[in-house]
């Protein structure tokens, strides 16, 4: 598939975009996937995801190793984390086939509301690193939660990042910055996940996909650089937007879908 010259440059601004914002506190697929469906509509939905994690994957990534520079990931928690999330990722996937999702957007859209309500009432929350378990117990809890946001990611996926890095934060206790780049790790496992199932099937149209992961790493890395001299100020003030966001898109989508 060929895009005119007009949709083009309106892909790429949206997935540069998305680069951005992802690589500072998630939510990317907010702008980049409805954007490719209004540049290519005739597209089935299942292209429109896959070709969209090929772009995502490379601008995660180039976030990851942004981050990695600076920030300094905690790897000891985000690699087992990353290795549940592929799983759970590849099992959403295979569910996603059997039961429609718009049976969870519900669900979804009163957890995005509890996050964005307690993360708002908590300004302390991850401007300091206290981590609440160690050990075993910590890898434990780290394992579930890659577990089961990488089965959501699969499943339905809006906002994974941003339920990363929530979780990191408010279940874990790393500060904001430590947690995004902690969070990218993972979502590569899950976007890795995804396009293997997307690939399989054939729902992956490769020039869209490298042209839009060319724009989104651009966005990535300069989101990422931003986010590491901002600091978990800045982070905090932009995972708050994009829950905002979320909350207003799935709400829409629930009600008049």
Sequence with gaps: MELDAIHLVFLGIAATSAG??????????????????VAAPKIPIAQALGTNKLGSIFGTSSAAFA?????????ATALPMAVAAFIGSAAGA????????????????????????????????????????SGRRHTALA??????IGF????FGPGTGSFLIFALV?????AFLKASATAKIVNVGTNAAALLVF???????????LFMAVCNIGGAVVGARLAIRGGSVLIRKVFLGVLFVLVLRLAWDTFHG
């Design 20 to 37: 951005f914002v992802d690589a500072i506190a998630g939510g990317g697929g907010l702008i980049q996937l409805p954007a490719l469906l």
């Design 67 to 75: 981050y990695s520079k600076k920030a300094r990931p905690d790897l």
């Design 94 to 133: 295979s569910v996603a086939t059997r039961i429609p999702t718009s049976l969870f957007k519900p669900i979804i859209l009163v957890l995005l509301i509890a996050v964005g309500i307690y993360t708002w009432r908590s300004p302390s929350l991850g401007q300091s690193e206290a981590l609440r378990y």
């Design 143 to 148: 394992t579930i939660v890659g577990l089961v």
């Design 152 to 155: 959501y990611d699969g499943l």
């Design 170 to 174: 408010g279940l874990l206790g790393y």
């Design 199 to 209: 690939g399989f099937h054939g729902a992956i149209l490769v020039s869209i996909g």
